[in-house]
């Protein structure tokens, strides 16, 4: 037997809730916005997020990245963090998706830069240098890993390009 | 050369043993590294394997950086722009109705009257948001460079963060934004039921503004004596309107001023314009007939005072003739009150014919 869900039209909602549900369905508000979700709470849950994928509990944090991203498109954080796990996960394409959303709103993401780049690279796409070139520009002083990271690949690039001048007039010759 | 020496170093001592590209390949893939840097590594250490033999010190390496810094580390790197970072999140003092805010305890929103029968007293910011907007109308609708007599959420956005405009209208709008309830309210005020469109009309914020006023004479407001409402703002841009009183005005001084402001204005077409003038008047009539119904009922105690106390027949007379009087005033007060409706009235459906026809001569044409 099917289970039939009718609306019990009793309870009653407040004003407010009403309007922002209605700001809501209008994209006005994000859910996050609706529920009343701060950011020091969703920086909380994050925090969670990145200590489960650091002890390799990638299924967990994804669930927990995804929920803050469905709560809050907007946050390019959540997003670029959510791509590394599906990096870990092997899911490459849905990570460059996420790392490409997040770099739509804040395109100085170095996360999102830096991981995108280097999957780019790996699918042997030039667009990846650029990424990693700008992630050491927009996290200069290595404050983050990926910024960090980010740094090394450049001077491994560095490294290759040098090499490559020396090879060639020498092959010329 | 010193990254080569470092590159040789972190990836190890084995490295000057070199003969093939195997042994690199896995340190690559062991570091995450993408092929084609694992490869120009590889090229690189191979071509200054003897340099590296020759340097014995090593730099820190770039391997070694790249080791310490795993490919697809998860963390949370928030814009340093907190603005940019809380964006889609809550405020933290506007909590969402899920979870008890303070803003819908008893399931009573802004500006709604309370179980105890008195509004919230954030109607009063809201009051004073509405009357700094009113006053500074002109400097929100010539914001976006276009003057089309409104204004939206992202211009209300656009002065939050304005250094170029005065404290006070930055914080009207700081308001609202943080109000959405009343964003709303503002927003159909002059449409009751209308569609939120997100764009403020002079007529809306007018309308809200007497609507806020008509609410807070009806209901009080909680704790309104320890919270006065500040003076509305300066206007800090020509051509604006002066602030609307709170009560309905009797003086002819303040409402010539309030027409001659609705005259001046430029941002209303003609229509808007006798409409506003025609609800100025209107408001204006309305404190008449007020202050009449208040002497008619001073007047009908005088008279019954006179019954009780055995008072002469001469002040009796009097004191009837003065209610007599009295209510004859009411009474062409409110007629006046309803042609000027049906003038009103006239007017809307004589603006809609002439629209119809224009529509329908340049249909035929």
């Given at each position: 037997m099917g289970r039939v869900i009718k609306y019990e039209g009793g309870a009653t909602m407040d004003t407010a809730t009403t309007e922002k549900l209605k700001g809501f369905v209008r994209g006005e508000l994000t859910w996050a916005e609706v529920e009343g979700m701060t950011f020091e709470e969703a920086k909380a849950i994050a925090r969670v997020g990145c200590d489960l994928a650091a002890a390799g509990r990638c299924e967990e944090a994804r669930i927990l990245f995804e929920g803050l991203v469905e709560g809050n498109p907007k946050d390019a954080a959540s997003r670029a963090a959510l791509g590394t796990v599906y990096q870990k996960l092997g899911r490459v394409q849905d990570a460059i998706t996420e790392y490409t959303a997040a770099l739509e709103r804040d395109a100085r993401n170095p996360v999102a830069l830096t991981n995108r780049g280097e999957l780019y690279l790996r699918q042997g796409n030039r667009q990846g240098f650029t990424d990693i070139a700008n992630a050491v520009e927009a996290d200069p002083h290595g404050d983050t890993s990926a910024g960090r990271r980010a740094r090394a690949l450049v001077k491994a690039i560095a490294l290759a390009a040098v090499e490559k001048m020396k090879k060639e007039p020498a092959a010329q010759a | 050369m010193d990254l080569l020496k470092g590159l040789g170093g972190a990836v190890g001592g084995a490295l000057n043993m070199l003969s093939g590209g195997a042994l690199l390949d896995a340190a690559g893939n062991a570091l995450g590294l993408p092929p084609v840097v694992t490869h120009a590594i590889k090229t690189a250490v191979g071509v200054a394997t003897g340099n590296v033999m020759l340097a014995a010190d090593g730099a820190v390496g770039v391997a070694q950086e790249l080791s310490k810094n795993q490919a697809a580390f998860t963390e949370y790197a928030a814009p340093k722009d907190e603005k940019v970072a809380c964006e889609g999140y809550a405020r933290p003092e506007s909590r969402g109705p899920t979870r008890g805010s303070s803003e819908t305890r008893g399931g009573v929103a802004p500006g709604e009257v309370r179980p105890d029968g008195v509004l919230d007293p954030s109607i009063l910011g809201y009051r004073d948001a509405l009357k700094t907007l009113e006053a500074n109308f002109t400097l929100l609708d010539t914001m976006d460079n276009v003057k089309n007599g409104s204004f939206t959420r992202r211009t209300l956005e656009k002065v939050a963060d304005s250094a170029n405009v005065p404290e006070s209208v930055r914080e009207a709008a700081r308001f609202l934004l943080a109000h959405p309830e009343y964003r709303t309210q503002l927003d159909t005020a002059s449409q009751k039921g209308g569609v939120v469109d997100g764009t403020f009309s002079t007529r809306d914020v007018r309308a809200a503004l007497s609507d806020v006023n008509a609410r807070i004479a009806q209901h009080g407001v909680r704790g309104e004596s320890t919270s006065a409402p500040r003076p509305p703002p300066p206007s800090t841009s020509h051509g604006t309107q002066p602030p609307v009183s709170n009560t309905p005005s009797t003086?002819?001084?303040?409402?010539?001023?309030?027409?001659?402001?609705?005259?001046?204005?430029?941002?209303?077409?003609?229509?808007?314009?006798?409409?506003?003038?025609?609800?100025?008047?209107?408001?204006?009539?309305?404190?008449?007939?007020?202050?009449?119904?208040?002497?008619?009922?001073?007047?009908?105690?005088?008279?019954?005072?006179?019954?009780?106390?055995?008072?002469?027949?001469?002040?009796?007379?009097?004191?009837?003739?003065?209610?007599?009087?009295?209510?004859?005033?009411?009474?062409?007060?409110?007629?006046?009150?309803?042609?000027?409706?049906?003038?009103?009235?006239?007017?809307?459906?004589?603006?809609?014919?002439?629209?119809?026809?224009?529509?329908?001569?340049?249909?035929?044409?």
């Open positions: - | 003086g002819g001084g303040t409402a010539s001023s309030s027409v001659k402001g609705i005259i001046n204005d430029p941002s209303l077409s003609l229509e808007e314009k006798m409409e506003a003038i025609l609800l100025a008047l209107t408001e204006r009539m309305d404190g008449d007939i007020l202050k009449t119904m208040d002497d008619l009922a001073a007047a009908q105690d005088r008279q019954s005072g006179i019954k009780n106390g055995k008072g002469d027949e001469k002040a009796l007379t009097e004191a009837q003739r003065d209610v007599d009087r009295i209510q004859m005033r009411l009474q062409k007060l409110i007629e006046k009150r309803k042609m000027m409706f049906e003038m009103m009235s006239t007017l809307s459906m004589k603006f809609n014919e002439m629209a119809k026809t224009a529509l329908s001569n340049m249909r035929s044409a």
